[in-house]
Structure formats: structure tokens, C-alpha cells
């Protein structure tokens, strides 16, 4: 994801002006403590902290959001069907709405027995250690061995200021689809989305997304059906709805992609397609072929500013469209297991995209200590902006010991064929490197990013998660109101 | 009215009654003079306060109050809290041995020393809701809060020096004139500077520490003009005002800033960073964004690029003290 905002940058911008009164280095590191390795017990330790958080593996979900631009509602009706991870036997979910009003779910269906939303014998909404993400869950034992199936009828509120209905991702700040429909928001958890979009205005609309689409209309109703044909990260799924009269619509193949561009009126197709022209042969050249079955969708809403990835598509700026395509590889494709080792995506592509336009990176140097995946719980949401900079100087530390930018490209073409679709974690993308290259960089990696120590005390603190669950007290009903409104611009 | 109640009130008022009417006055109740003939020793204590404008350490103020309130002419919700500040005042005293080398003329010695202090803080918090179409989000909240804690200044000079006086006598026991004091001024200054940044579009928490120390010299000059007061025959009040010199230009010191980020939610620190330069002090170009546009300025740093910083404690003071005579 890219970033641009006026305020976002001048926060940056202040941000780093402010600590510009001195150019800093690293802190100096006397010695490296040689790191223990990251035993199988500690790796079996986060997945059942990860199993015992998340809960459900889930194969489909299912959704129709019949949304009213004239009145800002979008009524949904969203079914999972799931199975029990290991050891599990209650099914949690998140769903903002509903983990913020239990107003906003009707119905509750969980195997063909209707569940009280407001019921606290049927529903809690619980915390979990190490994230601020609240967890719905049902308090109804399950069969471990059998598929479940969970159907929840809600409504949700949206902007009326203008029809737009789009997914409004931010991975920076772990917020995905779940404000949208009931999934888990977690990189590693993937499912086929099949998403039915209705719009209940006499305008017309159009529509790009992440996945096969198929358009009907019936009155005043446009229908799209939306299939990612595969499963993938929930908060990776792009969906945009957006005024005819407003926006362009370009289709084009661009070495044997296709491209869906949706753009507000006066952003430049044009350099898209030249852009794309040039950059999709290259990334096929250097990473193999772009990896998502339904090509590429695009929502162009400016010619400047950030970007937000998502799997086969992104919604961007013209200025950012280069780094949000990478990530169709490296973050949507290539799935981090948990959103702190998803800093190795913004990483890459950072490095990537930015060596390909001439900027230089720093290798990290080897007395640099960070605990930017350490210091945060595997459950928890969001990653460090960090990686944006100070990783892809890692990836230019890694690039460096391989022997330039080619050899790096070619690691992470194997990458992209040993763990497309695969989760993985920061430790097993630095195996990936031994295995390719017989590189161990274990040791800096540690010292980069979980202070020099084992990333056993993280595991620890999260892993009693579960054990302090606990009831979350809902809210007061203006609560969201009245933070929402204060302050508009 | 305010009348002469005791006898020490009683004494003083005499005393200038005689000074204004010194001839009117019978003989009997003029008791001392001041003194004024040549070879005479003054041994002089004054202190008082000094206005200073030390712009290019200043600058970090000026710096710092724009960060701060960046979106201050924004129209959304936010919150003010304290006031950073400049230094401004001082401390200056003075000890000096004069003789009286003729009646109007005397030369001497001494030491001075200033000392000037200011800690203040200031906070600013910022909110506001995006509900823009045509960006990336099409709502987002924006929630952040600055702060400043302590910003803080400190100067400290030492200045021996020589001086030429000039007085005349008013009456028999007030004495007005000029003091010129040259000397060499050695100068330590120090600026501290905590600040936290939280919030924004995203969860961060961004803690910066910076301590800077440096120590100069250069060419000092007073300019005052001198009152003096005969209490007793050896004793005096001293009352005297002027402008007084002080700009050193090759301020060289340490800088020591520490970093600590911990966004999102990040349990512990996620990068703590720590640094030292040393060498000259300098003026750093430093720019902001603000909602009415870019700020461009300096702040004081060490091993950046920049014109070399200005001590300048040059100012106006105003002293009080005694004068033994012997």
C-alpha cells in the first residue's frame, strides 16, 4: 500500500522534519549474541496461537450486498461455510459493524438453528490479547469433524455524500473487508469469495473487482457477480461501484493480461496503459506470470497519490500504480502468514520498484537492532511502516549477499514458486533464501527485526490469548456517531 | 501619600531630599559622601536582568510552535494546550574592582556572569473526518496529537573583563555617569527537546529526545549608564542600564538524540535509535507543511549542513547592587 494523502504526508513530512534536527545512524551494537534457531516447537506454538485466535478455517464466502446509494444502506446477507480448525469447537468471526452495534445483524444462522444476535447465551464479543480486532463468537459447540455453515442477514451504513460503494482497505492499519462482510481478517486465512453487488438506482453504475465478473440488470437493479475463482486473503478482495457519468472505462490486453481500468473523469488512461504496457512484460520476465486468473482491475482515482494493493487489482493513484501492480505478486499472491510478516511484501516492493526507477536502497547494516515484527502479537493487525524504508533495505542487504539486483529477482521468482498462495512467515522466507542460495541470515534478521532475542517471548505473551478472553462491553450507540462526525472538513 | 515611616525609610529619604538640595541642606545633616577622589577603591556587586534574542537558537522555538499548530488554521477539531517559548530573559551579574584614577574617571576589573533559562511544554491534538469521493479512502478519520516536552533552553556566559568609568557628582551624595566594559565572553549553552507524535491516518507513537550542548566564546562589550547612591561613606547603591554585547559564532558541542517508534499495536519499543555528533553548531534548513502553507526556517543541529549558529546574547540589562568604597 502507498500513502499520499495531503494531511498524510504532511504528517510524514513533519514527522521527519521534525527528526531531521540530526541525521541518525543505527544504534551501535558492542556484540552479536549468535541467535538460537526458531525450534519447531515455537513454530507449532503460533500456529496454535493463530489456530486458537482465529478459530474457523473457511472455504466460502458467500455475499449479497444490495446496496441504496439514495439512502446510504447497504443491506447483506453473507454466508460462510467453514470447518473447525484443530482442537477447535466454538466459531468466532469478525465483522466490525456488529463488534461495534450488535444492531447492525438481524439474523444468525449457524447450521440451520438461528442464534440471537443480542443473546449473550448465543453471541460474545471478545478481546484477545496482543489486538485491538474484536472477535465475534458463537457460543454453540461444533463438530470438529463436519463442514458448518453461518449465515448472517445485517445492514450496513455507508457515505451518502456520494455513490461510491467500494472496499476501502488499509492494510498499514489492518482494516480489510471485514467492515463489509463477516471473514477473518487475517493474511494467512483464504477463501473464495463469491460477492453478488445489487444497486438500487435508477443511474448507471459500473464495476471492477477482484476476480471474474459477470454484469445483469433487471429495472432499476444492476447486478454484478463477483468470483475470485480461488481462494485468497479476505482483505485482499477489491470491489468498486461507481457512477457511469463519472468515470471511464477502459479495457485493454496487455501481455496476455487483461486490464479493467475504472477511472474518475480527467485521470491519465493513456500513461496507464503505457505505464502497464512496459511494466507488466516486466514483471513477467523477472517474477513469472501475473498471478491472478481474472487479470487485472483497476480503479484510478487520481493521477497523484498512494495506492491500496489487492488481489488482481488495486485501487490507486497513476503515480502509485506501478508499486500496487507489483504487489499482485508480493502481498496478494505471495501471502504473508500474519499481518507483522506482512512487512516482507512492502518490503519487496518497495525495493523492487524503486531499484527499477533508479532509487538506490542502503543495505541495513548489520549493527542496525529493530523489533518491528517482534514487538507485535501474530494476531495482531497492521504491520510497521518501516518496511517501506528500512526493509527494503533489508531486501537490498539480501540483494547485496546474492550478487545484485538480477540474483535478487531470480530468489524471488523461486519465492513466488515455492510460496504463491502459501503463507509463510518472516522465518521461512528467510529459509527460503538458505534453501536457494544456502545464505543463513537468520542472525541479522533476528537482530533486525526482533531485537536481537527469539521470537519465543512474543509467542509467549499472545499464545495465553485465548485463556483471557474475555466479554468486550459493547459500546454506547453514539459512540461511532458521534466519533465520526467530529471535525469534518 | 506615602510618608517616611521608620528610620531606615527615614535616613533614605533624607538622603535624597539632600542629594536634590544638597546646598539648601545645613551641614549637619549631610553625614557621608560618595567616594570621589582619585586612588579610591570600589569594590561593585550588581545583578539584574537582561533581555536576550539568541534568533538562531530561538529558531528551534519558532520550529517547534509551527509543528505544533500546523494545523492550527484548519477548520476542524483540535485542542491547544501550554505555550512553547523563546529565551528571552537573563540573569546578569557582576562583580568589579574599580580606582578612582581622577575625580571623574575611574578603571578597573571584573567578572560577569549571565545566566538565562526557559522550559516550557505545548501540546496540540487534531481530528477530523475525510469524507472525499475522490480519494483513495473514501472516509477516514484523522486523530493525532503533538507534543512538546520540555523544550528547553539554557545559557550560560562568563565574562572577565575591563572597564573605564565616567561619573560626575549630583549633589554630594549621587553620582551619574558611564561604564565601558570590554572583555571576552565564554558561553555554554545547552537545548533539550523531548517531543511525541501519535496518531494521524495511522497508529503511530513516534518519542524523540534531543540534548544539545555547546560552548564558545568571543568578544564581549557593555555600554551602561551608572547611578550611584552614597548610603554611608563607604557604602552605595548601584543602579545602572545599558546594552551589552555578546555574539559568538563558533558554538562547537555535542548532540545526542534518541528515537523510539512504536506504532500501531506494537506491545514494545519497535525501533530505539541513538545518535551523537559533535562539531560545530549550525543552522539546519528545516521546512513544515501547515494548513496556510510552508514554513521554512532553521533549527539548531550539529553535523548538518548550514550556516554555523549564532550565540547572540547581546541585549539591554538593567542592574542593582551595592558599591563598597574603601
Known amino acids: 500500500m502507498r500513502h499520499h494523502s495531503p494531511w498524510g504526508v504532511a504528517a510524514r513530512t513533519l514527522g521527519a522534519v521534525g527528526c531531521l534536527a540530526v541525521l541518525v545512524g543505527p544504534v551501535p551494537v558492542a556484540a552479536q549474541t549468535p541467535p538460537a534457531e526458531v525450534s519447531g516447537t515455537q513454530a507449532a506454538a503460533s500456529d496454535t496461537l493463530l489456530d486458537d485466535t482465529f478459530r474457523i478455517d473457511i472455504d466460502t464466502i458467500t455475499a449479497t450486498l444490495d446496496w441504496y446509494p439514495a439512502s446510504g444502506v447497504v443491506d447483506g446477507t453473507a454466508r460462510l461455510d467453514f470447518r473447525m480448525r484443530a482442537g477447535q469447537s466454538r466459531a468466532v468471526f469478525n465483522f466490525t459493524p456488529f463488534a461495534t452495534s450488535r444492531t447492525a445483524i438481524s439474523r444468525l444462522v449457524l447450521d440451520g438453528r438461528s442464534l440471537g444476535p443480542q443473546s449473550a447465551t448465543d453471541v460474545s464479543i471478545v478481546s484477545v490479547s496482543g489486538t485491538q480486532q474484536k472477535f465475534i463468537e458463537l457460543l454453540v459447540p461444533l463438530d470438529p469433524a463436519q463442514p458448518h455453515t453461518l449465515t448472517v442477514d445485517y445492514r450496513l451504513g455507508v457515505p451518502t455524500v456520494y455513490p461510491r460503494f467500494s472496499s476501502e482497505v488499509n492494510d498499514i492499519r489492518g482494516q480489510g473487508n471485514e467492515a463489509v462482510w463477516p471473514t477473518l481478517n487475517t493474511p494467512h486465512e483464504m477463501a473464495r469469495h463469491l460477492l453478488t453487488f445489487r444497486v438500487h438506482d435508477a443511474q448507471a453504475f459500473r464495476f471492477v473487482g477482484s476476480g471474474q465478473s459477470s454484469f445483469t440488470s433487471s429495472g432499476d437493479v444492476q447486478q454484478w457477480v463477483l468470483d475470485t475463482q480461488r481462494a485468497v486473503s479476505s482483505y485482499s478482495v477489491m470491489f468498486v461501484l461507481l457512477p457511469a457519468a463519472d468515470t471511464e472505462y477502459r479495457e485493454w490486453l496487455i501481455d496476455g493480461v487483461t486490464v479493467r481500468a475504472l477511472a474518475y473523469a480527467g485521470v491519465n488512461l493513456t500513461e496507464t496503459q503505457n505505464r502497464l504496457t512496459s511494466w507488466l512484460p516486466e514483471l513477467r520476465r523477472r517474477f513469472g506470470p501475473f498471478p491472478a486468473i481474472h487479470g487485472l482491475s483497476l480503479f484510478l482515482f487520481s493521477d497523484t497519490g498512494g495506492g491500496m494493493e489487492y488481489y488482481g487489482g488495486t485501487v490507486t493513484s497513476l503515480s502509485a500504480l506501478r508499486h500496487e501492480v507489483v504487489h499482485s505478486y508480493f502481498g496478494c499472491s505471495v501471502v504473508a502468514r500474519t499481518y507483522p510478516d506482512s512487512w516482507y511484501d512492502e518490503a519487496v516492493t518497495a525495493w523492487f520498484e524503486e531499484t527499477m526507477r533508479g532509487i538506490g536502497h542502503t543495505a541495513l547494516p548489520a549493527s542496525y537492532r529493530g523489533n518491528w515484527v517482534g514487538a507485535r502479537s501474530p494476531v495482531s493487525i497492521g504491520f510497521s511502516t518501516l518496511a517501506y524504508t528500512d526493509g527494503a533495505s533489508i531486501m537490498q542487504a539480501i540483494a547485496d549477499r546474492l550478487g545484485g539486483t538480477d540474483r535478487m529477482t531470480e530468489f524471488l521468482r523461486y519465492v513466488v514458486g515455492r510460496a504463491t498462495f502459501a503463507p509463510f512467515t518472516t522465518f521461512e522466507f528467510v529459509g527460503f533464501l538458505q534453501d536457494y542460495a544456502g545464505i543463513d541470515m537468520r542472525t541479522q534478521f533476528l537482530n533486525w527485526l526482533y531485537n536481537g532475542g527469539e521470537p519465543a517471548a512474543a509467542i509467549g505473551r499472545a499464545i495465553s490469548a485465548p485463556g483471557e478472553a474475555k466479554p468486550e462491553d459493547l459500546n454506547p450507540p453514539w459512540f461511532l456517531r458521534r466519533h465520526g462526525q467530529t471535525g469534518g472538513r | ?326
Open chain 2, 1 to 326: 501619600m506615602r510618608t517616611c515611616r521608620t528610620r531606615g525609610w527615614a535616613r533614605l529619604c533624607v538622603m535624597l531630599a539632600a542629594s536634590l538640595t544638597a546646598e539648601a541642606l545645613p551641614a549637619a545633616a549631610q553625614t557621608t559622601a560618595p567616594p570621589a577622589v582619585a586612588g579610591a577603591w570600589a569594590l561593585d556587586a550588581v545583578a539584574g536582568i537582561g533581555k536576550v534574542s539568541p534568533d538562531d537558537l530561538n529558531a528551534r522555538a519558532a520550529y517547534d510552535a509551527t509543528w505544533l499548530n500546523y494545523l492550527r488554521a484548519a477548520q476542524i477539531t483540535q485542542e491547544h494546550s501550554g505555550d512553547i517559548r523563546e529565551l528571552k530573559d537573563t540573569l546578569p551579574v557582576s562583580v568589579r574592582l574599580t580606582k578612582r584614577i581622577r575625580r571623574n574617571w575611574s578603571v578597573g576589573g571584573g567578572m560577569s556572569v549571565v545566566f538565562g533559562r526557559q522550559a516550557s511544554s505545548e501540546g496540540a491534538t487534531y481530528r477530523y473526518t475525510v469524507t472525499d469521493p475522490k480519494a483513495q479512502e473514501y472516509q477516514r478519520t484523522f486523530a493525532q496529537s503533538l507534543e512538546v516536552d520540555p523544550l528547553e533552553f539554557e545559557v550560560r556566559t562568563l565574562v572577565p573583563h575591563g572597564l573605564l568609568g565616567f561619573d560626575i557628582g549630583l549633589g554630594r551624595r549621587v553620582r551619574l555617569g558611564g561604564l565601558l566594559a570590554a572583555g571576552w565572553g565564554f558561553a555554554k549553552c545547552t537545548l533539550r527537546r523531548s517531543s511525541i507524535s501519535q496518531g494521524g491516518f495511522y497508529v503511530t507513537n513516534h518519542r524523540d529526545d534531543l540534548d544539545m550542548t555547546g560552548e564558545g566564546s568571543g568578544p564581549s562589550a557593555d555600554l551602561l549608564l551608572t547611578g550611584r547612591l552614597a548610603l554611608t561613606s563607604r557604602v552605595g547603591l548601584l543602579l545602572e542600564g545599558g546594552f551589552a554585547w555578546l555574539n559568538v559564532h563558533d558554538i562547537t558541542g555535542t548532540l545526542d538524540r534518541t528515537q523510539r517508534i512504536q506504532d500501531g499495536e506494537a506491545s514494545s519499543v519497535e525501533l530505539e535509535q541513538a545518535s551523537r555528533s559533535e562539531g560545530r553548531w549550525v543552522n539546519q534548513a528545516a521546512s513544515i507543511q501547515t494548513s496556510s502553507g510552508t514554513w521554512k526556517g532553521t533549527v539548531p543541529s550539529i553535523g548538518a549542513q548550514g550556516a554555523p549558529l549564532t550565540l547572540s546574547l547581546s541585549g539591554w540589562q538593567f542592574r542593582a547592587g551595592v558599591s563598597f568604597g574603601f
